[in-house]
Every structure is written in structure tokens, then in C-alpha cells.
């Protein structure tokens, strides 16, 4: 069954998608990043511009499909059109569809936007009402 886990009191949920990103891709593991196109589109740019040390290699899910393949990380609109099943962040105000298939369902909430954390509860009542566990992490009090 899918690990469920919701990361609350992001000051901005794209930049925390970067580190994120950084830090999957620094473990090993496979991540697929599911967004709307304006938000997928600033996120590229916004992993394009990181420091040098800080580098995520990425590419968009309609990229050649043997770039998509090998990229260890993957913005998507939709994340069932991803190769990787490892760990699936989303960034969507749904539940994102095939979410089931990975290994990991990381959900960011933003700090002050209140309709982003009203439909965060939303998403939470549909994984806990289908037996998930879900993980809670308060990014204020780890200083993220």
C-alpha cells in the first residue's frame, strides 16, 4: 500500500518542491512531480536555476521518451503518464489519479493560502476514508 504522507506550513510550496526534489534525487530514488503546466512551467525554471551543487536533473513527462526514462525526476501533469512508481509529489489541488501505483504520495500544503489547506483536508479525508496511514509533517516546527 501507498506510504501517505502530508508536509503542512510550506511558506512556498514550489521552493520546498526544489529542495524536496534535491533531496530525493541526492537518496536515489525516483520522483515524479504532478502540477498544473503554469506551476510545472515555474518549477523547471526554478530547478534550472539552482546552484551548481544543487543541480536536479529533470524533464518534463513529454520530453523524448528516453530523456523521461532516464530522469530521476519528473514534472508531470498527470502522474500516471510517468515511468517511475517510487515516490510521487503532489503539488495539485486533487487527489492525483493512479496514485496508487507508487512506492510514496508526498502532499504539500501551503502556510497561508487557505483554499490550498482546505482542499489539503479534502485529500486527506479521501486517503484516510480508503484505510490509508498518513504521515504528518509539520515543516514550522522542523524549519523547513
Known amino acids: 500500500m501507498t506510504e501517505v504522507a502530508f508536509h503542512f506550513n510550506a511558506p512556498d510550496k514550489l521552493a520546498y518542491a ?14 515524479v512531480i504532478a502540477a498544473p503546466v503554469e506551476a510545472l512551467e515555474a518549477l523547471d525554471r526554478m530547478l534550472w536555476a539552482m546552484a551548481p ?18 530522469s530521476p525526476v519528473v514534472l ?21 489519479e493512479g496514485f496508487g501505483r507508487f512506492d510514496r504520495l508526498v502532499e504539500v500544503v501551503s502556510a497561508q493560502d487557505e483554499a490550498d489547506r482546505a482542499e489539503a483536508r479534502a485529500r486527506w ?3 484516510a476514508a480508503r484505510g490509508y496511514a498518513i504521515t504528518r509533517h509539520d515543516l514550522v516546527l522542523k524549519g523547513a
Open 53 to 70: 551543487q544543487d543541480f536536479v536533473a529533470h524533464c518534463r513527462s513529454d520530453a523524448d521518451e528516453e530523456l523521461v526514462l532516464a
Open 76 to 96: 508531470a501533469v498527470d502522474a500516471r503518464s510517468a515511468p517511475h512508481h517510487e515516490v510521487l509529489l503532489n503539488l495539485n489541488a486533487e487527489v492525483p
Open 18 to 31: 526544489c529542495r524536496f526534489a534535491r533531496k530525493v534525487q541526492r537518496s536515489g530514488a525516483r520522483l
Open 125 to 127: 479525508r479521501h486517503y
